[in-house]
């Protein structure tokens, strides 16, 4: 059965915490876009490819779990699709974490990693500020949040908010 899933992770400026924290947020979806499965993920003090990369490999490791047999993340960073799919050295600071994604790859070979941009990924976006509420590590979300019903309900009936170049 086809899956899709949307990831984001971003670096937010916790004063209250003291200094930088990261985090990531994903969701699944059926065909129809409606919400299947979720989770958080606090990364602490990683960078913001690092956090990408963890959501990633998270939902990889969710899909498994889940024993979903398509998967189709798009994730708005482009450097951690770029890294997954051209590979890095192994002196790079990510190359435990792309061979560990490459590794979840091999098992399922329908599983596609896409560039969306940002507005193309609100829902996810917010799961990230939402993960700010947890303590670090994987924290699933089983059923959405009610924050992000409004932001679902957007998707669902095609509410489209567009990408904006500023020259």
């Known amino acids: 059965m086809g899956r899709d899933s949307n990831m984001n992770a971003c670096i937010r400026d916790i004063m209250r915490d003291g200094g930088l924290k990261s985090a990531c947020g994903e969701l699944f979806r059926n065909s129809a876009g409606m919400w299947i499965d979720g989770f958080v993920r606090n990364t602490g003090q990683a960078t913001i490819t690092m956090s990408e990369l963890w959501g990633i490999y998270s939902a990889l490791s969710l899909a498994e779990r889940r024993n979903f047999e398509y998967v189709w993340i798009e994730t708005d960073s482009l450097t951690a699709v770029t890294l997954i799919h051209k590979g890095v050295s192994t002196s790079h600071p990510c190359w435990s974490i792309i061979q560990a994604i490459k590794v979840l790859l091999l098992k399922y070979p329908n ?57």
């Open 111 to 167: 599983t596609r990693i896409s560039h969306v941009f940002r507005e193309g990924n609100r829902a996810a976006d917010w799961l990230v500020d939402f993960a700010f509420n947890f303590t670090l590590g994987f924290h699933p979300v089983s059923s959405p949040p009610s924050g992000i019903i409004p932001i679902l309900r957007d998707d669902s009936v095609g509410v489209a908010f567009h990408h904006r170049s500023v020259l």
